[in-house]
């Protein structure tokens, strides 16, 4: 069976502190993807990356970086200089899997709050 | 840059009676899909649909749910007889290939039954 964790469900920061979202995963398969969203408070969700199984390289994008590491079943999400605007939910999501391809499994989120 | 639209953004209905959730999925894409999120939990897969046919449902897609395509642009969710628990924002999303290449999630529809 497939599973999401977000253990954080809270963090709260002053703005332009760090913040680190954790996400743990469990798979049997070797194929699959990764997914970070994010929900505003208006409610719709806002797609920031996927990414495959087999592409374990860390990116930067902006102010945002990503933490892949498969041995230890995580992705995590940094978000650097948090701003106000970055106040939302963010979700992460499994999808891609045997039998259960076009399914995402979402964690719980973790609701971060940034504080001028 | 393509998108899935929803309508309504917002629904209100009252309990028993029938609703129809409508969503326009980006033009070439195959797979589509209806997501459910009760209020402050996390987003919950309902069903797939993909040439015509439920690929997949969840336990939470019960009888009282139905999905159609019934023209070549709509999707939609049908909840015959609403209940208090079905208050929720329902995602649509489509997406171009099986493997989730492509996934494009609608703004959403806030459906509450009073």
């Known amino acids: 069976a497939q599973k999401v964790t977000q253990a954080q469900t809270e963090i709260s920061v002053v703005e332009k502190e760090d913040v680190t979202l954790d996400c743990v995963y469990e798979?049997?398969?070797?194929?699959?993807?990764l997914f970070w969203y994010k929900q505003p408070p208006s409610g719709e969700l806002v797609f920031l990356i996927r990414?495959?199984?087999?592409?374990?390289q860390n990116e930067i994008s902006g102010r945002y970086s990503w933490n892949f590491q498969k041995s230890t079943s995580s992705f995590n999400f940094t978000i650097t200089a948090s701003q106000v605007v970055d106040s939302a939910v963010y979700f992460c999501?499994?999808?891609?899997?045997?039998?259960?391809?076009?399914?995402?499994?979402f964690g719980a989120g973790t609701q971060v709050v940034v504080t001028p | 840059e393509p998108e899935v639209t929803q309508t309504p953004s917002h629904q209100v209905t009252q309990m028993g009676q029938e609703v129809i959730l409508r969503c326009v999925p980006i033009?070439?894409?195959?797979?589509f899909y209806w997501y459910r999120q009760i209020l402050g939990q996390k987003v919950e897969f309902l069903v797939s649909?993909?040439?015509?046919?439920?690929?997949?449902k969840s336990e939470i897609f019960d009888d009282q749910f139905s999905v159609e395509r019934p023209d070549g642009s709509n999707f939609t969710l049908k909840i015959r007889s609403t209940k208090l628990e079905d208050s929720a924002m329902y995602f649509c999303?489509?997406?171009?290939?099986?493997?989730?290449?492509?996934?494009?999630f609608g703004s959403g529809t806030r459906l509450t039954v009073v």
């Open positions: 999303a489509s997406s171009v290939t099986e493997s989730t290449y492509g996934y494009t």
């Open positions: 798979t049997r398969d070797t194929t699959y993807y």
């Open positions: 990414r495959n199984s087999f592409d374990e």
């Open positions: 999501a499994l999808g891609g899997v045997t039998d259960s391809w076009g399914k995402l499994q």
């Open positions: 033009s070439n894409h195959l797979y």
């Open positions: 649909f993909y040439n015509n046919e439920i690929s997949e």
